[in-house]
């Protein structure tokens, strides 16, 4: 029973359940089945939350999965922290995902069960506020992983909130936080110098005072710009310093020119993805640079729509990066 059942997703280990009553007991004595909850897209599930938590095999539950879920509300949150016997002590993962009935008193109310919560995302919950980042950087002291995607109402002053309290911080999203300005997020960079991954995809605000920080941020290996309008070559050449970037995501920053590209292929020499989809001030030149220190990496490459370039057919880039088997990030 142990070699089969951590292999089964959980719905199935729960249907278990009530084939026999030694079945019953040998699942329900295996803690490491119940340290996922797993209600993503679930009907009912705040109620199906609450019954879960006041049973006994969750008590050393680590991650919660309510993405998409239907029927959570700030009630269900308020309940539990009401509850007797409820512990979530243990839990490291918490996905809140587009659950767009709870606000601010919601995320207070669940955070406050989870202090050693390490991961939470809550993409495109969109009356959140400041208040909720106040919320969580008080409750959850030990945040390195953290998605505030489509969060349209979080300001500078929630990424105050983030910079003095996340310096450890390795993954932020901000995508569509369309808020914030250069201010909110030069705190960020400047304090959370440890951040491997960095997600400001269909921000187009933001200048090159932000982007030159960027360059402060050695761990980086992952950075979506798509649509930095006001990116030019001087802010990449200071984003060429983050030497450990595998993943770069340049479409539609229109106005990058070679210059920029150059000095990216000169110092970030172990890219595996790399978008410039759109970005017509490129030429063949960049590419050139490029082959030299990328072909033996490289296995994403989109310069669809850079007019500039006119070896951009696959052969042509076969030749250029032998190790490509993608040539199209952007449909």
């Known amino acids: 029973m142990e070699l089969v059942s951590p292999r089964l997703p959980q719905r199935d280990v729960c249907a278990l359940l009530a084939v026999s009553p030694w079945c019953y007991r040998a699942l329900v004595a295996n803690p490491r089945l119940w ?32 993405e998409f879920a239907q029927d959570v509300e700030d009630w269900h949150f308020v309940h539990l922290k009401e509850m007797s016997g409820i512990s979530l002590d243990n839990l490291e993962s918490l996905n809140l995902n587009a659950c767009q009935k709870i606000t601010d008193k919601g995320i207070d109310a669940i955070t406050s069960l989870c202090p050693n919560l ?38 500078d002053k929630g990424m105050r909130l983030i910079a003095n309290s996340y310096q450890g911080l390795k993954k932020l999203n901000i995508t569509r936080c369309v808020k914030l300005t250069d201010d909110g997020l030069t705190e960020v960079l400047q304090k959370c110098s440890l951040l491997e991954s960095l997600n400001l995809y269909a921000l187009s605000s933001f200048t090159d005072k932000v982007y030159k920080d960027i360059g402060l941020l050695t761990n980086l290996t992952f950075l979506d710009l798509c649509g930095a309008q006001n990116l030019t070559d001087d802010g990449l050449v200071c984003i060429s310093r983050c030497g450990g970037l595998t993943y770069l995501n340049l479409t539609w920053c229109v106005r990058v020119t070679d210059a920029g590209i150059v000095a990216i292929a000169q110092g970030c020499r172990s890219l595996e993805l790399l978008s410039l989809f759109g970005i017509v001030g490129v030429t063949d030149a960049c590419l050139e640079a490029l082959s030299k220190s990328c072909s033996h990496s490289l296995t994403t490459l989109d310069v669809n729509g850079c007019i ?11 030749k250029l990066f032998p190790l490509l088997s993608c040539f199209k990030v952007h449909s």
């Open 118 to 155: 390490q991961v939470i995302s809550i993409y495109w919950i969109v009356g959140l506020t400041d208040l909720s980042i106040g919320h969580i950087t008080k409750n959850c002291r030990q945040i390195v992983d953290l998605n505030l995607s489509g969060c349209k109402n979080i300001s």
């Open 308 to 318: 500039g370039i006119k070896r951009r057919s696959r052969d042509d880039l076969l």
């Open 35 to 66: 340290e996922v909850l797993e209600l993503r897209e679930m009907r009912n599930a705040g109620d199906r939350l609450i019954s879960a938590l006041a049973l006994a095999r969750y008590r050393h539950l680590k991650v919660l999965n309510l």
